[in-house]
């Protein structure tokens, strides 16, 4: 019988299965797979945390492992646009593509890949054999805190939101912090608040998808390495956000 740090090493180097087959991604193999991209630009959609929570609604993310590369198998229900294969590494990078488009050809589905990296694209030899569909609504942009604060220069309905808000309570009473997510009682403090809140506009009107991607980041947070800075009027929870802090601590 294995002992307990016996299996937690066995997990450690275990690793994913090679391409055509497929490894499921559990919250268990967040170490191995971060070490997998850390020498990548940090973005969202190949993040430890997005790939849990919001591609993993339904248990169907898949990754492999192919040419030093890796291999997400994105789907989301309904949404076939958004749903395939996406290669994800800077090695062999040619050879890589036309193994994926042989692979879907063979099975009958289009040769088609979907959110392919910039830096994967800038490391192809011969970029002209492909045809590029750029997204813009998915395009991921790292914007300077210094174009956005102070807010006062900011000239969006949102900042007129802020002033409203700032006019109806009492600067005294406002606090900002953190709050310990490994205790139940904070979990559901979050939880509880979005069913309270009204439902008017977007930001307290998620969809299912995004209630569901909640409540798994406050009940996962440790896991996922989601974090959290809250504001509170009084002791009473005004409103809240959740984030993930990348490896490269310059973002």
């Not at 205790?183 to 509880?192: F, H, I, V």
Request: charged share 25%; hydrophobic share 40%; proline share 4%.
């Amino acid at each position: 019988m294995a002992t307990h740090s016996q299996a937690s090493d066995d997990n450690q180097t275990k690793t994913f299965k090679t391409f055509p087959e497929f490894s499921k991604l559990t919250l268990a193999d967040r170490d191995r797979y971060e070490a997998l991209i850390k020498d990548y630009p940090p973005i969202s959609d190949i993040s430890f945390g997005t790939l849990m929570l919001w591609w993993n609604q339904l248990g169907s993310l898949d990754i492999s492992l192919l040419n030093g590369n890796l291999v997400i198998s994105y789907w989301l229900p309904g949404d076939d646009s958004r749903s395939g294969l996406s290669l994800v590494g800077t090695e062999r990078v040619d050879e890589s593509l036309c193994t994926l488009f042989d692979y879907l050809q063979e099975r009958g589905e289009p040769a088609r890949l979907i959110q392919v990296p910039e830096f994967v694209v800038s490391h192809m030899r011969h970029p002209e054999l492909f045809c590029f569909e750029g997204e813009r609504t998915l395009d991921e942009y790292v914007i300077s805190v210094e174009k956005f604060y102070p807010l006062n220069h900011v000239i969006s309905y949102r900042r007129h939101r802020i002033r409203k808000f700032l006019a109806a309570v009492d600067e005294a009473k406002l606090s900002v912090r953190s709050l310990d997510l490994s205790q139940s009682e904070n979990c559901a403090l979050l939880l509880d608040s979005v069913e309270e809140w009204p439902k008017k506009g977007t930001i307290n009107a998620p969809s299912k998808m995004s209630e569901e991607a909640l409540r798994a980041a406050v009940a996962d947070a440790e896991a996922l390495g989601i974090e959290n800075v809250c504001l509170f009027v009084g002791n009473t929870l005004h409103a809240f956000l959740l984030y993930q802090v990348p490896a490269d601590k310059r973002y």
